[in-house]
């Protein structure tokens, strides 16, 4: 007998529609025995804790590089934050001191600490830090099966294709999985940035999370439908339900097949207005996606990928020819290459000072790269001497005040006054160009104007400095908005002082990249947008669909609105007119 359809709702992960059976996967529930020791075997039960932490952190940095090289940077960094509790020695030496001062086995304090651990951020609010509790999780097992003789289990086999429904999944697991075709997860926990939700997105797989009691109600072998886009989860599905999605899957399947198709097409508007579409990337190896969707070049290059996970700095002959490879691969487009951007939440345990109470607000990119001379001199060499088709640029961020501009060119003539000592071939005539992301660079547009070769907007920092309003506090999210008028201001201020003095002015910040966004961003006046590949088809198709004075008019309509909610719901109102199709949550 056909069971009765049952449809739940969770949060939308990761878009996209599966239909097809479910594997329940299940977590094995277990803790080691509290095994207590003679005072005599402190020490050995100390080292046999520190064992099992290399051996893990062993096992993690393997997975980490093959991950990195075939997943990229998003799933790499789940695991970089396992590394970084791994490495937490205050956290460490807690589980020491508890061996020590409660005569417990290392298995029994590691699980013990790691258990307080995992419910102390368990409790938190935010969401982030919630997360946290699963790596915290999860480290615990591996530490704890490491000690008691097990190693990493192979433990997940799919027989087929199917979607797997779980209470939470670990990076690992999650991986592990998807290497056996899995067609979509449902996960009764987590939120937007759980790390199944990064982990789905950045493998293109669809999911829905957060979905409670989801796994109590069925068993591996059940059909479901799974739709990404709205959040919903269909279990035992009638027949004229499975035949609607599966109108609905093709549907979208044709349209992503047709945005990307028509991605190479030139991107005008509808009357003839150019548009570079440019895409922001972190790692080589993002390479291939932005070839594939046509990208004009790349509008914003962050440095940081090739400095951060490692123990030593990357010289300059190693950057010269990352810089190099990948202004060949881009040529004859541009490569925005912007310069180290450390500090706030990216550290660089190679030449890190003392923790900081307002990193964001601290000790950050230019501000410290102007303080490691060495260091920032020979970036600009191996931008120098990767330039051999003369089509990079070099971005400064975070730029403040003047001085810093001034001080960074002085850098650059040394770096070059070098490379002719040193007899190294280089391209001597480079644009150097800053980030606009502080207030005072707004304020200061049109003498900045005079001395910068190029200016490009970088709206992340420039709403966060401008609302205060910290961009990765959940507490606060609401408030932050790129559409609040005061950033708006902002925004066309830095354009028109760009403009009058004659220098090109780009945008490289999220903003660039919400569809919602596209058709005021053009109507203000931009003509070279860079963002996230993944968006470039969809974002070049709306481009293209619009006329330069419609989005004019829609401009006028925004700019003298004094609400953020006014502003959403005239642009959102607009862009429902014009995309009935392509769906947008203001
Ligand atoms: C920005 O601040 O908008 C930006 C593009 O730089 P990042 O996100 O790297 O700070
Ligand atoms: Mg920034």
Not at 344 to 359: M, S, V, Y
């Amino acid at each position: 007998m056909q069971k009765r359809e049952l449809v739940f709702s969770g949060v939308a992960a990761s878009p996209g529609i599966s239909i097809g059976s479910c594997f329940v996967f299940e977590e094995p529930s277990w803790h080691p025995e509290p095994r207590t020791i003679s005072a005599r075997k402190v020490d050995a039960e100390k080292k046999r804790f520190r064992t099992a932490v290399a051996a893990v952190r062993k096992d993690i940095s393997r997975s980490h590089q093959t991950t990195f090289s075939q997943f990229g940077s998003d799933l790499a960094e789940v695991l970089e934050m396992q590394l970084a509790i791994l490495d937490d020695q205050v956290f460490l030496e807690e589980i020491e001191a508890f061996i020590e001062k409660e005569h417990y086995d290392a298995a029994y304090a590691a699980y013990t600490v790691f258990s307080q651990k995992k419910d102390f951020f368990m409790g938190m609010s935010n969401a982030y830090f919630r997360e946290r509790a699963f790596d915290i999780q999860h480290l615990k097992e591996l530490l704890v099966k490491s000690m008691l003789g097990e190693r990493f289990s192979g433990k997940i086999a799919l027989k087929k294709p199917a979607i797997v429904i779980a209470h939470n999944l670990s990076p690992n697991d999650t991986i592990q999985l998807h290497l056996q075709k899995v067609l979509g997860f449902v996960t009764t926990m987590g939120g937007k940035t759980s790390h199944t939700a990064i982990v789905a997105r950045a493998l293109g797989v669809p999911a829905v999370v957060g979905v409670p009691r989801f796994s109590d109600q069925v068993k591996s072998g059940d059909q479901i439908i799974l739709d990404g886009n709205h959040g919903e989860v269909i279990l035992h599905p009638e027949p004229e339900t499975i035949a609607d999605y599966k109108k609905r899957q093709e549907k979208q399947r044709a349209a992503k097949a047709r945005l990307l198709k028509e991605s190479s097409l030139e991107t005008r508007t509808q009357d003839g207005h150019k548009i570079a579409v440019r895409s922001n990337i972190e790692f080589e190896n993002e390479l291939p996606q932005l070839l594939k969707v046509s990208a004009d070049g790349i509008g914003l290059f962050r440095t940081e990928g090739l400095f951060l996970n490692r123990s030593d700095l990357p010289s300059e002959e190693e950057q010269t020819e990352v810089y190099r490879r990948i202004a060949e691969a881009v040529y004859p487009n541009k490569l925005v290459l912007r310069t180290l951007d450390i500090g706030g939440d990216k550290i660089l345990p190679q030449l890190a000072g003392e923790p900081e109470e307002n990193p964001f607000l601290g000790w950050r990119a230019i501000r410290f790269w102007l303080d490691h001379r060495e260091g920032f001199q020979s970036q600009l060499k191996a931008a120098l001497r990767a330039n051999t088709r003369g089509n990079i640029q070099i971005l400064l961020p975070m730029v403040s005040g003047l001085s810093e501009l001034r001080q960074a060119r002085e850098v650059l003539d040394s770096a070059r006054e070098t490379l002719r000592k040193e007899g190294k071939p280089f391209v001597g005539e480079v644009d150097l160009g800053i980030m606009i992301e502080i207030p005072s660079a707004v304020i200061l547009a049109d003498q900045f104007a005079r001395e910068a070769d190029f200016f490009s907007i970088g709206t992340n920092d420039l709403v966060q400095y401008t609302l205060a309003v910290d961009r990765g506090n959940e507490r606060v999210a609401n408030l932050y908005s790129h559409f609040h008028p005061a950033v708006l201001r902002m925004i066309k201020m830095t354009l028109d002082a760009g403009r009058a003095a004659g220098i090109p002015v780009g945008m490289c910040g999220e903003m660039a990249g919400d569809p919602l966004a596209i058709p005021l961003l053009l109507g203000m006046g931009f003509q070279e947008l860079s963002l996230s590949h993944s968006l470039i088809p969809e974002i070049k198709k709306i481009v293209r669909d619009l006329a330069l004075d419609e989005c004019q008019e829609l401009y006028g309509d925004v700019f003298g609105e004094n609400s953020t909610q006014r502003v959403v719901d005239i642009l959102t109102a607009f862009f429902r007119h014009r995309f009935p199709e392509i769906e947008v949550e203001p």
